[in-house]
């Protein structure tokens, strides 16, 4: 079947939008329904051989940033890539502006993608930020944040290509909360093959005492005990 975008919009409506709000309220992420088939998985991962599809290949362990590997797609995204990324952005939009608004910032973000990363290439972030991610075993990232420039999207999404127990073992995704005067608080997440999770890319509000504050979150993953763990990284903003 051609994944079309059309196709992509009905699997992202499948999803309770209402309960993922909520559970980035609570936890600054939050799992979708089923976006990809396990072929459509297996075909995307596939991809990763696919040099000329990429326009550059991060070596973790090189840059100090943990063991594994990721390349960066170029603009000419694949077409589950573009579609999905595509629906996505209008379910995640009400979160984006509502979090903005709870922390007195601007909501810069038009109602559709095409818009947005207008306004991010005219800022001169015009580089592909979406990712295919490979690790095998031992491999691992460390927290981290993907803020690359002045424009930024509060809200991304990881899919899981590979089988969590069957294919790899180990490799669950790790958020780390900042929380104000009080010990950081870690979350560990075993991702669903063809499911996704939507997550914080750099902060959340979080009640306090004079109404809402920032709470700084990072990501990574934990050490791959066995197996192969393959996963996409979708990003609402470009890179400069």
């Given at each position: 079947?051609?994944?079309?975008?059309?196709?992509?919009?009905?699997?992202?409506?499948?999803?309770?939008?209402?309960?993922?709000?909520?559970?980035?309220?609570?936890?600054?992420?939050?799992?979708?329904?089923?976006?990809?088939?396990?072929?459509?998985?297996?075909?995307?991962?596939?991809?990763?051989?696919?040099?000329?599809?990429?326009?550059?290949?991060?070596?973790?362990?090189?840059?100090?940033?943990?063991?594994?590997?990721?390349?960066?797609?170029?603009?000419?995204?694949?077409?589950?890539?573009?579609?999905?990324?595509?629906?996505?952005?209008?379910?995640?939009?009400?979160?984006?502006?509502?979090?903005?608004?709870?922390?007195?910032?601007?909501?810069?973000?038009?109602?559709?993608?095409?818009?947005?990363?207008?306004?991010?290439?005219?800022?001169?972030?015009?580089?592909?930020?979406?990712?295919?991610?490979?690790?095998?075993?031992?491999?691992?990232?460390?927290?981290?944040?993907?803020?690359?420039?002045?424009?930024?999207?509060?809200?991304?999404?990881?899919?899981?290509?590979?089988?969590?127990?069957?294919?790899?073992?180990?490799?669950?995704?790790?958020?780390?909360?900042?929380?104000?005067?009080?010990?950081?608080?870690?979350?560990?997440?075993?991702?669903?093959?063809?499911?996704?999770?939507?997550?914080?890319?750099?902060?959340?509000p979080v009640p306090s005492r004079r109404g809402w504050s920032a709470g700084a979150m990072r990501h990574g993953v934990s050490t791959v005990r066995s197996g192969?763990?393959?996963?996409?990284?979708?990003?609402?903003?470009?890179?400069?």
């Amino acid at each position: 079947m051609e994944f079309t975008a059309a196709e992509a919009a009905r699997r992202v409506a499948r999803t309770d939008w209402s309960a993922l709000a909520a559970g980035l309220d609570e936890h600054g992420s939050a799992p979708t329904g089923p976006l990809l088939t396990a072929r459509e998985c297996a075909d995307l991962a596939a991809l990763y051989d696919e040099p000329e599809l990429f326009r550059t290949t991060v070596d973790l362990a090189g840059h100090r940033f943990g063991a594994g590997e990721y390349r960066y797609f170029t603009h000419d995204l694949p077409a589950p890539v573009a579609a999905l990324r595509a629906a996505l952005y209008p379910c995640l939009l009400p979160v984006a502006r509502d979090w903005a608004a709870r922390l007195g910032r601007p909501a810069p973000w038009p109602d559709s993608l095409a818009q947005w990363l207008e306004r991010c290439h005219a800022a001169g972030q015009d580089r592909s930020a979406q990712i295919l991610l490979r690790y095998g075993p031992g491999d691992w990232n460390a927290l981290h944040r993907d803020v690359f420039g002045e424009l930024v999207f509060p809200l991304q999404v990881v899919i899981a290509l590979d089988a969590y127990g069957t294919d790899y073992t180990g490799g669950e995704f790790l958020t780390v909360e900042q929380r104000p005067r009080a010990q950081s608080r870690g979350t560990a997440t075993a991702l669903d093959q063809g499911h996704g999770l939507v997550f914080t890319t750099r902060d959340r509000p979080v009640p306090s005492r004079r109404g809402w504050s920032a709470g700084a979150m990072r990501h990574g993953v934990s050490t791959v005990r066995s197996g192969h763990r393959r996963t996409l990284g979708l990003v609402f903003h470009d890179a400069a």
